[in-house]
């Protein structure tokens, strides 16, 4: 029987993957170029024929390695396109699942039939530069070059209050949502080592299979976990290899088109992966104002709404791919999507979390690599060839901006979505009229501790960062330089043991 599709269907039918090596000797390529390499292998993968040149919008994922003015200029001029939207991201690490989702309801909508979507950074090459006293000789545009439509939220992630307390750094953000996530759990500090390495290991294994990985040697949980000469603390509770590896020369190309576009294109059905469905929302902004340090209601819902608006459950998912910074943003998002089955401290299910499934294809940001914003254009790159060979399978990526703080949800397979077109939803205003907790920055006197930290340099512990409650249930932050407040934050649970702040921020145990 002949398949009757929308011709308006949005399908994912190229995908590209490069990963180059300066560290062990070959050519540096800057990233726009790693971009259109990328995009290349995107248009050939297709088997389809001008894909590239009939692009109605070229859109790039921002750059931190290199900047330019108008990188989707640079790209669309060297694939032959003439686009009528040239677009950049912000920074934040959802936007390429942000970009993807909008791009399916464009096409859906009639708005465009063919979109592209690339990201590179060159990161560890620059390091290599700057460490021999180098600037290489890349791509510097013109200051007349008119610039980029711009996707997503400008906005600074911290307040002013929070980033004179140190709430700033993603690496010494989340270490507080796994250690609010331990108590939740009602796990101890051991357990909670163990859990960590175990579920690191697994991605650590998939990476291992992957071929554009930047690590693929494996890692047992003890080298993860274990502080060692080459895995040092960064803030506690992670090591150096719990935490993503931005240090990596990567690049992505995705083409979207419609089916009418596809078939024009010559592309192969087999090379067809539908979009069924993709949601996005946004906790609340200021991780001071949030009801909890371990949940995300903006990735809750969202989640609820791309599976139904999908037709699927998280028992009928087969494949996922989970943003994985950090193992909090991963535990949690599998908590919130309900691919965890178990969530307790016995080691159950896969990566020792109690989840039915594998949580990644790529083998995450530590491991496969973490591209800065890109991420998550690998794994949906990945997902779709995963896909390719078990067809009629349902794929789950999800995109990860900030402190947990913005989320893209998208639901994709080989077989067409059952609802006979492509549906997009924003649930936003439910995410706001969740409840809220105030700050108080002011408050002197007792409090109770809610989460905590150490932070390290390589010469050793800095100083605790913590996350209090007042008597009237608002939050506030504190710092500790003690030595013994400092090591009590990883022997003894200190999470809802009562202390004192004083009016600079200082904090000891009552």
Known sequence: MTEQLDPRLPVIVGVGQITVRPDRGEESLEPVALMVEALRRAELDSGGTGL??????????SQLSWRYRNAAALVAERIGAQPVELAT????????????????????????????????????????????GERPDWTMQDDATPPPTMIGDERPLASEVESARGVVMPVHIYPLFENALRARLGITIDQQRARL?????????????????????????????????????ISYPYTKRLCSNNQVDQGSGLIITSVAAAQAAGVPRDRWVFLHAGAEAV????????????????????????????????????HVDLYSCFPAAVQIGAIELGLVERADANGTGWGGIGARLPLTVTGGMSFAGGPWNDYTSHGLATMVEVLRGDPGSIGVCTANGGYTTEHAVIVLSTAAP????YRYSEPQAEVDALPRVELDDAWVGGVTIESATVVHER??????????????GDRTWCQSNDPGFMEAVATTELIGRAAMRSADGGVVLA
């Open 52 to 61: 590239l040149a009939a692009a109605d919008a070229v859109r790039t994922v």
């Open 89 to 132: 991201s912000v920074m934040g690490g959802n936007l390429a699942g942000v970009m993807v989702a909008r791009a399916a309801a464009q096409i859906q909508a009639g708005e465009a039939d063919v979109i592209v979507l690339c990201g590179g950074e060159a990161t560890r090459s620059m390091s290599m530069f700057r460490a021999a």
């Open 283 to 318: 906790d609340h902004w200021n991780v001071s104002n949030r009801a909890d340090l371990c949940s995300s209601p903006a990735l809750r819902l969202a989640g609820r709404d791309a599976f139904a608006l999908a037709g699927v459950t998280p028992d009928a998912i087969d």
């Open 197 to 233: 390495g175990r579920l690191w290991s697994a991605f650590a294994e998939v990476a291992a299979s992957n071929p554009e990985a930047w690590i693929r040697s494996g890692f047992s949980a003890e080298e993860i976990a274990e502080v060692a000469d080459d895995n040092r603390m």
């Open 459 to 472: 010469t050793g512990p800095t100083h605790a960062l913590v996350a209090a409650r007042t008597p009237s």
């Open 418 to 421: 059952t609802a006979g077109s």
